[in-house]
């Protein structure tokens, strides 16, 4: 049923086209920027997950009824 209904719409066949040409654009812009990274930027974001980060301490220690300014 769905299928007929699709088949009847004029100009459909372009988004399959159209979604395929997006997503390899994505994909070869995100394969270029990771290429030209820098070496200190790869070092630093493969290290964040093992950082102590102060600001996430100060989340869980924080008093609950303070405010932030």
Excluded: C, H, W
Aim: hydrophobic share 45%; no cysteine.
């Amino acid at each position: 049923m769905a299928r007929n209904v699709l088949e009847t719409v004029q100009g459909i066949e372009i988004f399959p086209l159209i979604s395929l040409v997006i997503f390899v654009g994505f994909f070869a812009l995100m394969l270029g920027y990771v290429f030209t990274m820098s070496k200190s930027k790869v070092e630093e974001l493969e290290n964040m997950p093992l950082r102590p980060d102060s600001d996430a301490d100060d989340i869980f220690t924080a008093d609950p009824k303070e405010t932030r300014n």
